[in-house]
């Protein structure tokens, strides 16, 4: 049987963000995420969320917006393992608490490879120095400082913004959408990347050709 959290609900990530106290963090996050997206539409989007969410405002474009279903994906679409997307094919991918602190860049590599060149990743993730960790003990749930997602991040070919930014309540549950410099003590925060353009093929320069002594280069 699953082991229990400290309020006697089963101990898993997924039960956490479907409580209470997981939803006003993650609705709030879908707040500002829809409201950036709408400012700045783009080509296709993938989002990816711990659980089911409502279908984002039509303001924010063309996209998908999957939930973490065991192992694999459910929504518009239903998968497991590989996405089942073509390569650079998403201007935006969203993963919203869905990669694991701990290791296992399976989803961050593909996150990476569908996303086309120049296009926009944000990962969201907790913050270990929020005092909101509390409310998510004993449920299987871990978080990490953002330098260790940073390396992650560009070992997957993306090069993450120097300065991550804060999201969520710091101790009673509420949404928040509020961005903010820096984690702080919010409860998440979020990591910006961009895939990296590869660079055109250098071309050779041209050998200069030698002019004998005493002839006119004219």
Partial sequence: MP?????GQPATPAAWF????GRALVDGEAAMLERVMAERPTPPWLWLAPVPCAPPDQACGRGLRLWADGAGWRGAVRCEGALPFPSESMGTVILQH????????GLLAEAARVL?????LWLLVLNPLSPYRWRWRGHGLHAREPLG???R???????????????????????????????????AYALRAE?????????????????PKGASAA
């Fill in 18 to 21: 479907a409580s209470p106290a």
């Fill in 195 to 211: 895939k990296r353009v590869a660079a055109l093929t250098p071309v050779a320069p041209r050998r200069a050709l030698s002019v």
């Fill in 153 to 187: 991040l560009r070992a997957a070919g993306l090069e993450p913004e120097p300065v991550s930014q804060g999201i969520g309540p710091g101790w009673r549950p509420h949404a928040d959408s509020t961005l903010r410099s820096g984690p702080g003590l919010c409860a």
């Fill in 116 to 120: 086309e060149p120049g296009g926009r």
């Fill in 3 to 7: 082991s229990t959290s400290l309020n």
């Fill in 98 to 105: 869905v990669l694991r602190p701990d290791g296992g860049d």
């Fill in 149 to 151: 997602w940073r390396r």
